[in-house]
Structures are given as structure tokens and as C-alpha cells.
């Protein structure tokens, strides 16, 4: 199941850009409860370790964009600050709130990501440019607090939030690339340290990241993202891009 779920976050990474997290936190939340852990601990444990897998794809993601000219450098400097600070308070957060009430906070995201790509694929832009400095560090703040508590890197936030206000597709995903970073980072390190086992955890579980999820998914999340991207030159990308929807809205709902 660990192997499955890392070559499919692998190729809808490299298909639609959204980050693994979104596919990582719902299969480990029903596998681990497989294995008896409680759905409390389940959730927990999944967030973590999804946010785990993010630190190195981000990284090769990150590397890409930048060659390519599409990370907004002014931008980060600007938004690093926030992104990094509620990435540590969301995941201190994380431990002092219910495994339940993650669980609800992912289902609602993940509805709003699916109906996002289903009803909003070609609408235009909400506003022609960013908000000011204050309105930027909230969304900024949003985007670093909620990802880091329910597992998922910048791209499922910041890049819908990022092209409502006019930034071109290739930039807001390559800059959300560098969210997913200062997300994740501060996150795991947190949650390995701070965070305590739950009882029901399963072997090799380290503060709330599980290793051996950790060490079979970023192998094969890495080497099938480029596959990802050459099927998505040779497929029809809206159809995908329904049917991922689709998935998504059935994951949120269960």
C-alpha cells in the first residue's frame, strides 16, 4: 500500500502539481487504522510523516522552478517570515488539538481544492493583483498555520490563493514549491522533537513521523513525478485534472 501510495503521489505531483500530502495524509489515515491505531493517533501520525515526505520532493521541486525562472523572489521575502513562524505554531498547535478536528479541517480543504479544480479551471482571476502588505501576511500566515496541521505542502493552498490574485500558473506553483520548504521543515523538526508517540503507534514511529512510511514513499514519489509530467503532455489535462477532482471530493466526504 506504501509502495502504491508513493508512485500515485509521484505522478499526480508531476500531472497536476499538487503536492503528495494531499494523497499521502488519507491513505496512511486508513492504513494505519488497519493496523489498530486509533483514528485520533492515525491522523496525527499521517499529517506528520506526510509533512516528513515534503522536505526532500520540495527540495528537487524548488531546484526545477528556479532554473526556469519561476519562483517570485520578492515575493518570499516578504512571505518567508509568516510561512515560517505559523509552520511552528501549527504544528506545536497540532499536538493540543484532537486527532478528530484534523480530520475535519483536511476533509473541508481537500473538498474545497476538489471543487476548486472543478468549477474554477478557467475562471478568471478574483482581483488583478496582491493585496497590501497586511492582507499578504495573512494570507501568508494561512497558508503556513493550516498546511503544516493537516500534512500538506504550499501548493494546495498557496497556488489557488496565489492565481485568484493574478500570478501566473508556473509562478505561483514554483513559489508555492518553496511554502512546501518552510512548511515542512520547521514542521517535521518540531513534531520529531516536541511530539509524543502515541501508545498505539505502530514500530518505528519517532516523535509522530513513522520511518519505514517515510523511507518507501520518497523513493518512488521522486523517480515517478517526471513520469507524471511526460503523461500529462501526452493525456487530455482537463479530463485528468475531473477525474482527480472527483477522487478528491469522494476522499473529503469519507
Do not use: C
Request: aromatic fraction near 8%; avoid cysteine; charge should be positive.
Amino acid at each position: 500500500a506504501l509502495i502504491g501510495t508513493g508512485i500515485f503521489a509521484g505522478l499526480l505531483a508531476g500531472l497536476f502539481g499538487v503536492g503528495g500530502g494531499i494523497v499521502i495524509v488519507p491513505v496512511l489515515y486508513f492504513l494505519l487504522q488497519s493496523f489498530g491505531v486509533s483514528a485520533e493517533s492515525a491522523m496525527m501520525i499521517a499529517t506528520a510523516t506526510s509533512l516528513a515526505t515534503i522536505v526532500p520532493t520540495s527540495i528537487s521541486s524548488i531546484r526545477s522552478h528556479h532554473a526556469k525562472g519561476n519562483v517570485d523572489i520578492a515575493l518570499l521575502k516578504y512571505w518567508a517570515g509568516f510561512i515560517l513562524v505559523m509552520a511552528v505554531v501549527g504544528s506545536l498547535l497540532a499536538q493540543y488539538v484532537r486527532g478528530n478536528a484534523l480530520t475535519i479541517m483536511f476533509a473541508v480543504i481537500a473538498i474545497l481544492v476538489s471543487l476548486n479544480m472543478l468549477l474554477r479551471a478557467n475562471a478568471p482571476a478574483l482581483k488583478q493583483q496582491l493585496p497590501g502588505k497586511f492582507g499578504q501576511g495573512i494570507m501568508a500566515s494561512i497558508v503556513g498555520g493550516l498546511s503544516v496541521m493537516i500534512g500538506i505542502g504550499g501548493g494546495t493552498i498557496g497556488v489557488p490563493l496565489l492565481t485568484s490574485f493574478n500570478v501566473r500558473a508556473h509562478v505561483a506553483v514554483g513559489t508555492a514549491a518553496v511554502f512546501g520548504l518552510l512548511i515542512a521543515l520547521p514542521g517535521v523538526l518540531t513534531l520529531l522533537t516536541v511530539g509524543s508517540t502515541p501508545s498505539d503507534a505502530p514500530i518505528g514511529t519517532f516523535g509522530l513521523v513513522n520511518l519505514p512510511a517515510f523511507f518507501l514513499i520518497i523513493p518512488l514519489t521522486i523517480l515517478f513525478a517526471p513520469v507524471g509530467v511526460k503523461l500529462g503532455s501526452k493525456l487530455n489535462p482537463k479530463q485528468l485534472k475531473r477525474a482527480f477532482a472527483v477522487v478528491l471530493m469522494i476522499t473529503g466526504i469519507r
